[in-house]
């Protein structure tokens, strides 16, 4: 059984940092991609990272890239959102997911393409 569990939310003050896990159990992260997404209250849940377990291959909306890294390690079967930089714009829950048939690429993401999600973890900027 696929489960995914976020960690890694919190309060950070505007221009502040943090890191969020995904710890995925009952597979490996070796198939297809694992994203990031997010969603604020009253707003439609955003892609803000993908990477495609093939070959390392990462996306990023324009919102969020040169700020937010995604990056995986295998060994510990979980995936790491390192945000920097945060803006008021960018409180929202944070969901893990995955699909073994995705690729990651420049046309975006949408959630209907993630057969997978863990539960969210909350992030809040504030001063």
């Known amino acids: 059984q696929v489960q995914l569990v976020e960690s890694g939310g919190g309060l950070v003050q505007p221009g502040g940092s943090l890191r969020l896990s995904c710890a995925a159990s009952?597979?490996?992260?070796?198939?297809?991609?694992i994203a990031w997404f997010r969603q604020a209250p009253g707003k439609k849940r955003e892609g803000v990272s993908c990477i495609s377990t093939s070959d390392d291959s990462t996306y990023y909306p324009d919102s969020v890239k040169g700020r937010f890294t995604i990056s995986r390690d295998s060994t510990k079967k979980t995936v790491y959102l390192q945000m920097n930089s945060l803006k008021p714009e960018d409180p929202a829950v944070y969901y893990c997911a995955t699909d073994f048939d995705y690729y990651c690429s420049e046309s975006g993401l949408e959630e209907t393409d993630f057969s997978s999600w863990g539960r969210g973890t909350q992030v809040t900027v504030s001063s």
């Open positions: 009952g597979f490996g992260l070796d198939y297809g991609a």
